[in-house]
């Protein structure tokens, strides 16, 4: 593998023992789309930290973005854990290797178990906060006038999307899925409003995708 650049779009990437061994098994695992996916959502993760002016830990947000797909891959999944829940579990057992303290594993534990449950990571912690901003915006382009143009190039220049990411990241959740569709299941209560509210209109994660305003 080729050395990866130091700086991207302003952002360092971490690049202690610990951070590079995360890069090594992700790098190792995942396929390229979603290495190059959870590289973007640390770099898109930790640049909407700097514009909001938290304070963050880099290490553990890289930590967290690179494992948040690793549910997805057959060597991490389990027969009846969702993959968040899979991912997080292997984010923890790597963590414990290294000499991290039990709140900051537990919150990379959240950011990657979280992810996908919008109204609840703004709430938490940075390193929970900002794992779930950096994948919506690298798969839904929410807040994706906020980035500039040069932020997004060279994001992308580093970590190409490629011509059908889209297409690609919708493959790549529904593969990581199809053998355990109950743990699919998600927030309860849109399905109460579908049945009691006649003017309810249930979004749908793959409209929001395709629409976005990334182009592929």
């Known amino acids: 593998m080729s050395e990866e650049p130091k700086v ?21 695992t995942e ?3 979603l290495y190059h996916h959870s590289r973007r959502v640390f770099l898109f993760g930790a640049l909407t930290g700097e514009r909001n002016k938290l ?6 947000l890289y930590v967290g973005a690179m494992f948040h797909d690793m549910g997805l891959m057959d060597s991490y999944a ?9 991912g997080a579990n292997a984010a923890r057992d790597f963590l414990k290797a290294y000499d991290v303290a039990e709140r900051d594993i537990d919150d990379v534990w959240d ?18 906060a900002l794992v779930t901003a ?9 807040a994706y006038d906020d980035f500039t143009p040069q932020q997004r ?18 493959s790549a959740f529904c593969y990581g899925t199809i053998r355990k569709p109950e743990t699919t299941f998600g ?30």
């Open 153 to 170: 190039h060279e994001v992308c220049s580093c970590h190409p999307r490629g011509l059908r990411f889209k297409h690609g990241i919708i």
């Open 187 to 216: 927030n309860v209560k849109a399905d109460v409003l579908s049945r009691m509210d006649s003017t309810y209109q249930r979004k749908d994660f793959v409209d929001v995708i395709l629409e976005s305003q990334w182009e592929s």
């Open 8 to 28: 991207i779009a302003g952002v360092k990437v971490p690049d202690s023992a610990m951070a590079r061994a995360a890069t090594e098994v992700v790098r190792d």
């Open 55 to 60: 304070k963050y830990d880099p290490e553990l």
């Open 78 to 86: 389990s027969d009846t854990e969702r993959f968040e829940v899979d």
């Open 111 to 128: 950011s990657i178990a979280l992810h996908t449950t919008p109204g609840i990571p703004q709430h938490k912690r940075p390193t929970v």
């Open 31 to 33: 396929t390229d789309l």
């Open 134 to 142: 950096g994948v919506e915006m690298d798969v839904l382009g929410l």
